[in-house]
């Protein structure tokens, strides 16, 4: 069992930069998939990025070179640093964990509450 807590969304203004957090509880984080995932007002939950066990890491087109996903396995925790945000952005930023290396939404076993981001133009 996993559980999830994100931490670091806010209200800001476009260009901003925020950093989320994602802590995870249990003893194998560093065996999973750790992933970012977004949903905006009447839209569709959906992938931002994900970061191995390898550190390997995949995003979305929309938000390569503004999002980083990082991880400390000694924290077990899992970062997102967004640099420029655009009104778009705005959603509720959800951590997942899986063993799986895919972006599919059902390959994650675990979930957050949720952060919400905010960004006003």
């Known amino acids: 069992q996993v559980q999830l807590v994100e931490s670091g969304g806010g209200l800001v203004q476009a260009g901003a930069s925020l950093r989320l957090s994602c802590a995870a509880s249990?003893?194998?984080?560093?065996?999973?998939?750790m992933g970012w995932f977004r949903q905006a007002p009447g839209k569709e939950r959906e992938f931002v990025a994900h970061i191995w066990s390898t550190y390997i890491t995949h995003y979305v087109d929309s938000v390569k070179g503004r999002f980083t996903i990082s991880r400390d396995n000694a924290k077990n925790t899992v970062y997102l640093q967004i640099n420029n945000l655009k009104p778009e952005d705005t959603a509720i930023y959800y951590c997942?964990?899986?063993?799986?290396?895919?972006?599919?939404?059902?390959?994650?076993?675990?979930w957050g509450q949720g952060t919400q981001v905010t960004v006003s133009s």
């Open positions: 997942a964990a899986g063993f799986t290396t895919s972006w599919l939404i059902g390959r994650y076993d675990y």
């Open positions: 249990g003893r194998t984080f560093s065996d999973y998939t």
